[in-house]
């Protein structure tokens, strides 16, 4: 990336910050809110912005979904996978008994259920952030807790009452890096974003869909609906599969797809983590070819019109 600026869910101290560290390109910038975060980039006050999309507990971050859907024109160029480990921070001096309040981001709160329920007297308080809970803790005198990162209780000067608090030690989140006009290069290990609009809802219509990226052999890797916010029963469909847009077979289907439904709206083909989706790309086209090949010496054995 060619980065000038990047923005992240601030402030400092916010897992999106850590995971922006990790790009080592452009000058971070901290957003109070996602929302806020994809309003700078599309209007251009921002090069681009690091924003959660899902998380291995919770799942989608709806926010984010909702904004590239929906509200702004946006390409995502690139993932970062994480691991989440939260902590329960709060003033030093101040112990886990006397916690009477406990802020934090609506994701995180959901990812540690479990604990807080072993809190019975401790109410829970949403924040904008992670990162603004502990900012909001260390300013308090009150017997107040966030959940956090370690990060955020370095830089706010809190203890950990208590480490590693989620409620699966498999805690992920998954951010991406969006951009306004620019489609990440491909690379062979890549990932494509779009959303699917029907006209109408009929039986076999998500079949019809499905069936063409089957029909390819193109492996779907996240399909989810989302409502339309035009009313009850109204759904577009968030489909990700492996492959890019200047692949031929994605570039294929995409465009079977656009004649067929009421509106595709394209998020992105972008590099992803792992290796798993490149190996068994490279199996599918060596399985392609190897069909190809077949079909070619059956029509070479077609006897010619006498």
């Given at each position: 990336?060619?980065?000038?600026?990047?923005?992240?869910?601030?402030?400092?101290?916010?897992?999106?910050?850590?995971?922006?560290?990790?790009?080592?390109?452009?000058?971070?910038?901290?957003?109070?809110?996602?929302?806020?975060?994809?309003?700078d980039v599309?209007?251009?006050?921002?090069?681009?912005?690091?924003?959660?999309?899902?998380?291995?507990i919770e799942g989608t971050v709806s926010a984010t979904i909702d904004g590239l859907v929906f509200d702004y024109d946006l390409y995502i160029?690139?993932?970062?996978?994480?691991?989440?480990?939260?902590?329960?921070?709060?003033?030093?001096?101040v112990s886990l008994a006397a916690v009477t309040t406990v802020y934090s981001y609506v994701h995180a709160l959901a990812q540690v259920r479990g604990?807080?329920?072993?809190?019975?007297?401790a109410g829970v308080v949403q924040s904008t952030s992670t990162s603004e809970a502990a900012r909001l803790v260390a300013e308090s005198d009150e017997p107040w807790?966030?959940?956090?990162?370690?990060?955020?209780g370095e830089i706010f000067g809190l203890a950990?009452?208590?480490?590693?608090?989620?409620?699966?030690?498999?805690?992920?989140?998954?951010?991406?890096?969006?951009?306004?006009?620019?489609?990440?290069t491909p690379t062979g290990h890549d990932r494509t974003t779009i959303v699917c609009f029907q006209d109408n809802d009929r039986p076999g219509s998500l079949y019809g869909i499905l069936g063409?990226?089957?029909?390819?052999?193109?492996?779907?890797t996240k399909l989810e609906s989302r409502p339309t916010k035009l009313g009850l029963g109204n759904y577009c469909f968030v489909i990700e599969f492996e492959g890019h847009v200047d692949d031929d077979i994605v570039a294929d289907c995409l465009v079977d797809l656009q004649v067929h439904l009421a509106r595709v709206k394209f998020l992105g083909s972008y590099p992803v983590t792992g290796e798993e989706a490149t190996s068994r790309?490279?199996?599918?086209?060596?399985?392609?070819?190897?069909?190809?090949?077949?079909?070619?010496?059956?029509?070479?054995?077609?006897?010619?019109l006498d």
């Open positions: 990336m060619n980065a000038t600026t990047i923005g992240f869910l601030g402030p400092e101290g916010s897992f999106t910050h850590e995971a922006v560290t990790t790009l080592g390109d452009g000058r971070a910038v901290a957003v109070a809110t996602i929302g806020d975060l994809l309003a599309a209007a251009g006050r921002l090069d681009r912005v690091l924003v959660p999309i899902e998380n291995a160029e690139r993932e970062v996978v994480r691991p989440i480990h939260l902590h329960l921070l709060a003033r030093p001096g604990f807080l329920a072993g809190m019975p007297r807790a966030a959940v956090g990162s370690a990060m955020a950990s009452l208590a480490p590693d608090i989620e409620d699966h030690p498999g805690n992920a989140t998954r951010f991406v890096v969006v951009g306004r006009d620019a489609i990440a063409r990226f089957a029909a390819r052999d193109i492996n779907l790309r490279g199996e599918i086209d060596e399985a392609r070819r190897a069909a190809t090949d077949w079909m070619a010496s059956l029509r070479a054995r077609v006897r010619p």
